[in-house]
T-cell receptor
């Protein structure tokens, strides 16, 4: 059974500082997704990582994938209040193509 | 058009009501999904349709009945729901099962009273 683990589950950040969220998964997968979810809203796609060593950046967020270690990281540079949300990583679960999600990391940025 | 459109956005229904959720996409995607998300939890898969055929039913109670009338449309029929079924219901689509891009709709916030 595929398991996806995120840590930390809660992250209180100070503006201007750097932080990292980790996403581990239990079986082989060559693609990993990061989503953002604001309270009461749907999922917003941030990154799709398709191969070992893939690195993608958008603004203050940078995601990377190490398929050998079964690990993805989401790095936040110089946190700002607008980044406050819950972030999910997800992996395609087997041949049926559905996503298996981590429990989510709730980020809160304080001045 | 890169959108998945869900209606209604909000729904309040009694336990004896029958209602339907609707999901539509015009991206030519052949896989469509229903996920259920409880508060402060990750989304959980309910149903997968691939080429208009039900591919996965993750042991969902029969009070939820999916329907895929055509490749662009996905419905979720609701009947005799329980208060614990209150959740955010998300529809998603992708080119095919397991292909990279999974687009999510805005969701339907369902409250069962």
């Amino acid at each position: 059974e595929l398991k996806v683990e995120q840590n930390p589950l809660f992250l209180s950040m100070q503006e201007g500082k750097n932080y990292t969220i980790y996403c581990n998964y239990s079986t082989t997968s060559d693609r990993l997704y990061w989503y953002r979810q604001d309270p009461g809203k749907s999922l917003e796609s941030l990154f799709v990582l398709l191969s070992n060593g893939a690195v993608k950046q958008e603004g203050r967020l940078m995601a990377s994938l190490d398929t050998k270690a079964r690990l993805s990281t989401l790095h936040i540079t110089a946190a700002v209040h607008d980044l406050s949300a819950t972030y999910f990583c997800a992996v395609v679960g087997g041949s049926q193509g559905n996503l298996i999600f981590g429990k989510g990391t709730k980020l809160s940025v304080k001045p | 058009d890169t959108e998945v459109t869900q209606t209604p956005k909000h729904l309040v229904m009694g336990m004896t009501n029958k209602k339907s959720l609707k999901c539509e996409q015009h991206m030519g995607h052949r896989a469509m999904y229903w996920y259920k998300q409880k508060a402060k939890k990750p989304p959980e898969l309910m149903f997968v349709y691939s080429y208009e055929k039900l591919s996965i039913n993750e042991s969902v109670p029969s009070r939820f009945s999916p329907e895929c009338p055509n490749s662009s449309l996905l419905n979720l029929h609701l009947h005799a729901l329980q208060p614990e079924d209150s959740a955010l219901y998300l529809c998603a689509s992708s080119w095919d099962r397991g292909t990279p891009e999974a687009f999510f709709g805005q969701g339907t916030r369902l409250t069962v009273v």
